[in-house]
């Protein structure tokens, strides 16, 4: 038994392993009669509380918009395997979901899926309101019961989409939370960056700062002194401490590039311009050059051959 107290709150840092959790909800889904559900119903089960203070910050902001916004900063203190990515349009907002690690694994697909019914269950409760997306996208093909989650979401579902996405209205995401208080969510905000000060990491510093570099990659190549600041570091400290380990930044950011790169070509159907886009190039041409340098083929032909294999 996993000895958990559904009376002690949320402890954050004392996650169970994503290994752990998507090898157990393939387990789940494998004794499951037919179309597996019992994923959705966890993700529909999610409640802010169950994030601790980056849920109650999100719980008690303004707006659906400002929760998004403070998920989208402090995802990885839930999660450390996924980047949100918010992109605002005249009427609606695109909300996307990047997993960080393989997306091959039966449970980690399981995941995502339930990740759409868990986004929708914060965004109602937080709302007080009975929310819907407009339209919900899955990259992959659907293994579980699709029309159970759109009867939930109150939306369609598009899978092999390519990307793993929920589609907001603007004018959804601007309505007042039930709840919202902006002192209160400042409150936990300050609470959420103390925990992040405060989490332990085993990871090598070098493995520390090529995630950091990945996470930030869609908004171009960082700067060495926006990578120290991420982790609570000067510049002058985080480049002694990576000699210490023999780690050159600049050859850490080739490393993240190319890892990223070769995980959305094998896992996602992005167009090569927006996987460019997303690991830091401002031209398909030099992410193509840069892959070919890296991997010794083409994008399109290591895809390919990626496809093939599987």
């Known amino acids: ?25 393939a387990r789940i889904a494998d004794a499951e009669d037919g179309l597996p559900r019992a994923h959705i119903r966890l993700g529909a089960s999610l409640r802010c509380e169950d994030l601790g203070a980056v849920g109650l910050a999100w719980k008690s902001s303004p707006t659906l918009m400002d929760g998004w916004d403070r998920a989208q900063r402090y995802v990885g203190v839930v999660s450390g395997v996924r980047a949100l990515e918010l992109t605002r349009g005249d009427q609606t907002t695109e909300i996307r979901f990047l997993r960080l690690t393989d997306e091959a694994p039966l449970g980690a697909r399981l995941s995502n899926e339930a990740t759409f019914a868990s ?20 990259g992959h093909e659907f293994i579980g019961d699709k029309t159970f989650l759109e009867e939930y979401l109150d939306c369609t579902v598009e899978d092999r989409a390519g990307v793993n996405a929920i589609v907001v209205s603007n004018d959804e995401m601007a309505l007042p939370n039930a709840v919202g208080d902006d002192a209160i969510s400042r409150f936990f905000d300050e609470r959420v960056e103390q925990m992040l000060a405060e989490m332990p990491c085993d990871l090598p510093l070098s493995q520390q700062v090529k995630s950091e570099i990945g996470k930030k990659l869609s908004g171009g190549v960082p700067k060495l002194s926006d990578i120290a600041k991420s982790l609570g570091l000067s510049a002058r400290t985080l480049q002694r401490k990576l000699s210490e380990e023999d780690a050159v930044f600049q050859e850490l950011v080739d490393q993240a590039r190319r890892e990223l790169s070769q995980r959305l070509l094998r896992t996602t159907q992005y167009p090569l311009v927006e996987i460019a886009f997303l690991t830091g190039f401002a031209e398909q041409s030099g992410f193509t050059r840069a892959f070919k340098r890296w991997a010794g083929e083409t994008p399109r032909s290591y895809r390919l051959s990626a496809a093939s294999d599987q």
């Open 1 to 25: 038994m996993c000895k958990l107290d559904g009376d002690e709150p949320a402890d954050l840092s004392t996650m169970v392993a994503e290994e752990d959790y998507i090898a157990l909800l």
């Open 119 to 138: 986004f929708t269950a914060i965004c109602r409760e937080a709302s007080g309101r009975p929310f819907s997306p407009v339209r919900a996208m899955c």
